[in-house]
């Protein structure tokens, strides 16, 4: 059973450009989460979705970031317009029994680290 | 600030030492989970303890949970060289997600 998968790994970007992130939940998840890290800081939720809907979205910057999670296909992380600023580690996590009252474990990725030159 | 906040340490400990790092957060919670991750890597769910639930173990692992002073601690008995990695918690409160800390860095010297 492949764990969550994430790719790239590595993506570097100048600014300007856009950036997308892919991430296939662990099979028989149907809860996808997304945080971004910056470094030796801790991990910054930014959107929770499940099939189809974005459940809850007030992490994410009101400007140049969108995610889905379609019914078929992995789940993407867009960021459009690169900044500087937006250069981080970005964690997808997935769970089988999502939010509404009890964030159960989750599993995470090995993370896309995006580099804004 | 986010709920989950380890106190900011950097432990450095010797092979078969304990380490034992702890967590602090503001409002009430549903359950407290610890993770772990290595440089480079994602992080590792290590164990997770209820609202209700006083001490969990798991292997090498204690974990406490004092809802009246709203805190955790997470001990590692028996350290060895691969626990080096950082740790972090993350409280779960309802609202969708987790809010994790800033971790802390645990240094295990072979």
């Known amino acids: 059973n492949a764990g969550v998968m994430q790719n790239p790994r590595h993506l570097v970007r100048r600014r300007g450009q856009e950036a997308r992130l892919r991430c296939s939940p662990m099979k028989g998840h149907s809860h996808v989460y997304w945080y971004r890290q910056l470094p030796e800081e801790g991990l910054k939720f930014m959107v929770y979705?499940?099939?189809?809907?974005?459940?809850?979205e007030s992490g994410m910057p009101k400007e140049r970031f969108s995610a889905e999670f379609p019914k078929e296909g992995p789940s993407i992380l867009r960021i459009q317009q690169v900044v500087r600023g937006d250069s981080a580690a970005y964690f997808c996590?997935?769970?089988?029994?999502?939010?509404?009252?009890?964030?159960?474990?989750?599993?995470f990725g090995e993370g896309s680290r995006l580099t804004v030159l | 600030s986010q709920q989950g906040e380890e106190d900011p340490q950097a432990l450095s400990i010797q092979e078969g030492e304990n380490a034992t790092m702890n967590c602090s957060y503001k409002t009430s919670i549903n359950n407290l989970q610890w993770y772990r991750q290595n440089s480079g890597r994602g992080l590792v769910h290590l164990i997770l303890?209820?609202?209700?639930?006083r001490e969990k173990h798991s292997g090498r692992l204690r974990v406490t949970l004092d809802t009246s002073k709203k805190s955790s601690s997470l001990l590692i008995t028996a350290s060895r060289a691969a626990d080096t990695a950082s740790y972090f918690c993350a409280t779960a409160r309802g609202n969708n997600r987790l809010a994790f800390g800033k971790g802390n860095q645990v240094v295990v010297i072979p």
């Open positions: 996590a997935s769970s089988q029994n999502g939010g509404q009252g009890n964030t159960g474990e989750l599993f």
């Open positions: 303890i209820r609202s209700n639930e």
């Open positions: 979705l499940q099939k189809e809907n974005i459940i809850d």
